[in-house]
Nanobody, 121 residues
């Protein structure tokens, strides 16, 4: 059974930082491309960042480029999202996702339950 458990969300002031974690189980984590998405109030879910398991190549959305960093620790089956210089418009529920097997291309599409990030003074 695949499980993705996010943590690290909370309330932070504008300009502050948070680091989200997503612990994965039930899958071959070191083969899986992982991603973070967010859903802001009243908007559709938006892809924020992806990271492949081989070279660690990342892709970051323009809206957060230069402020957010995605990383992973394959030994801990965990993917992270470091968020710096947070803005009120970053307020959202953040979800991690197991996208696909990087080597076979097999689609996974498993989502975590989400963690709330609120940026407000």
């Amino acid at each position: 059974q695949v499980q993705l458990v996010e943590s690290g969300g909370g309330l932070v002031q504008p300009g502050g930082s948070l680091k989200l974690s997503c612990a994965a189980s039930g899958l071959a984590f070191s083969r899986i491309t992982m991603s973070w998405s967010r859903q802001c109030p009243g908007k559709e879910r938006e892809l924020v960042a992806t990271i492949n398991p081989a070279s660690g190549t990342t892709n970051i959305a323009d809206s957060v480029k230069g402020r957010f960093t995605i990383s992973r620790d394959n030994a801990k089956n965990t993917v992270y999202l470091q968020m710096n210089s947070l803005k009120p418009e970053d307020t959202a529920v953040y979800y991690c996702k197991a996208d696909r097997d990087y080597y076979s291309g097999l689609l996974y599409g498993y989502w975590g339950q989400g963690t709330q990030v609120t940026v407000s003074s």
